[in-house]
């Protein structure tokens, strides 16, 4: 019951809202805001919120799964789900309803559009985006059991990383277990990338040997309860040369740095500018080709975002991952990469490995 | 070579639709037409597709991977690939670029929209959803690689299934088998249900142990250097009721006669009206609550759809599913999928393990 309370929170939350948006209602199409909102994990489904009424629409395949993981919800079953939504909408007696813009396809929204009556759709973005930022207690309670099955599951994979080792197989052992530990699965394609390989920031594990004298980026997470844990660690193997080291410093510290200064209150700019700063200061600004960090929670990348052009702020109760690196090509690359809770006056670090340089 | 000749022609064909179109040139939002087009497997860019110039929009994290991974396409790195693609669109002298539609969300359809020039955006759906629908050898020839480690995995796991076992380590160990086997991952969440969970056909693996009696759908997949297996088995465990078995062979009969009807120029309606009119003349109906398939490559779900509302027509080298199913809310299902090619006089089936009812 304890879920379906909370669930219902979040759906008052919504209709708190609607008055000062001047809506209706709303159109959830992404699945996760389904989720968080009533519960339903399918893949296919579109939510409607209204002052007195939540309707979920969903086809054939998915309306028994809807009615045992959804409380206080409607459930309609339509074989167009587009259609079954539009005649809620349009029977609507007259106003606007807003839809989450970054989650409609032009094809779904022309769909919905057509069969509106005379309700207007008002494309909503911000405002919906941000609703699972801030984290509560159960929710934060499920994002540390995934990292825990995440760290536990490294520490004892990197037991058996050594010189010689394929980076898919490495990826596999990680990934199994994670499962054996309590994961539904990971949180995104494991990167366990060496060698130059680990200078491409989203590389897939390859049929590579790692060598002595890689760099070798893990970067995983394990889902648990539909909650991501997002880490990366970069480990040396067999050796380490001075300027590998040098760079690694420069890594550890402009995340360190980046780290101390999360708290409430906070522009995500600032934090990106932290972890920039340091890595420019080193002469390495153009090898830092991403954001610092980004959200975690439901969705592995979610609000805030942490970058140059960010115009978030950071607020208690927001978890979000500091993962600054530096890519040389075709040489290596080095990430670091710990996800954080907002406090107040500092962040509590989630993530569980160390990230003191280590060789294998 | 040989994977860049491919794409070329696959370039090639684009542009020699773009006048019967009246297009100077398509933007491709949808990653898996981008990996098709031209091989890049990142998870973010937009790539477009003139008359005499083909450009991939990447972030930073990107860009060495694109470069490493397509041949014969002008890479650019931007912050805002929206912004990028846009820039190429609004610099045409005149005319119209087609996008597809399905892909494009309302909010990077606005940031396109917004920054476009004076040239026109045509949304594109039909058209270049069909695109991938036949086969070409090198492709089956993956799709054949993706059944055989599939097949090979369940095979190995089917041998440790027996009663008490629990949902969720099945889905595990044969997870786990398809990638020692060689699957980059499985094709989707393998669905490992038993007893009453069996009914629901989209049901995630859970902590129930199987009993005696009861029903298991195995509905799961390989994937093969992007291309997709997708293969349903129900199996009984320990013992089965005459009137289980009654199930089971409508099931089974509505799968044989759909697979016997599949050839080159049949509608894809006409296939799911055989298996529905096996169903529905047994008394079951409105226990079969999906289509009966759809098309299977570098997506697990693409063109052709076989449903009631179809209006695609089956040709040949086209690779789809066939699997009817009896869903019974709260009691058990039955679901039987292969996937087959499309010949000129009926099909060749591509998935391996045999159909008949199997006691574990």
């Known amino acids: 019951m304890n879920h379906t309370q909370d669930r219902s929170q979040r759906i008052t939350h919504i209709r708190s809202r609607l008055a000062s948006l001047g809506l209706e209602g709303i159109t959830f199409f992404d699945l996760t805001m389904i989720r968080y909102l009533v519960g339903f994990t399918g893949s296919t489904g579109i939510l409607f919120v209204g002052k007195d009424r939540t309707v979920l629409a969903v086809d054939g395949r998915y309306t028994t799964q809807a009615r045992h993981e959804t409380g206080g919800c409607e459930i309609i079953e339509c074989s167009d789900i587009i259609a079954g939504i539009a005649g809620i909408v349009a029977a609507l007696p007259s106003g606007s309803v807003g839809f989450d813009a970054p989650a409609v396809s032009v094809e779904r929204y022309e769909g919905l559009h057509s069969r509106r009556g005379t309700t207007a759709l008002i494309p909503l973005s911000d405002d919906v985006r941000g609703l699972r930022a801030i984290k509560e207690q159960e929710e934060l309670d499920l994002l540390k059991e995934a990292t825990a099955i995440a760290a536990a599951a490294l520490q004892e994979t990197v037991e058996r990383i050594g010189p010689g080792m394929i980076e898919r197989d490495i990826a596999l052992d990680l990934e199994f277990r994670m499962r054996q530990g309590g994961a539904e699965q990971p949180s995104f394609d494991s990167i366990v990338a060496s060698g130059a390989n680990s200078a491409l920031p989203h590389a897939q594990p390859g049929s590579r040997r790692i060598e002595r004298g890689d760099f070798l980026i893990i970067d995983y997470g ?139």
Chains 1, 2 share one sequence.
């Open 222 to 360: 394990a889902v648990y309860k539909g909650y991501h844990s997002d880490e990366t660690c970069t480990f040396a193997i067999g050796s380490v040369t001075k300027e590998q080291e040098g760079i690694y410093n420069i890594v550890r510290d402009a995340h360190d740095r980046a780290l101390d200064a999360v708290k409430a209150g906070v522009s995500c700019k600032d934090i990106d500018a932290v972890a920039r700063g340091v890595i420019e200061n080193a002469g390495f600004g153009r090898y830092f080709s991403h954001g610092t960090g980004h959200g975690v929670g439901l969705d592995v990348h979610e609000a805030p975002k942490l970058s140059k052009e960010s115009t978030d702020r950071l607020e208690e109760g927001m978890v979000v991952t500091v993962e600054p690196g530096i890519y040389i090509p075709d040489v290596y690359g080095v990430r670091i990469e710990d996800m954080a809770l907002v406090g107040s006056n500092g962040c509590e670090i989630l993530t569980r490995i160390p990230k003191d340089l280590r060789i294998l």
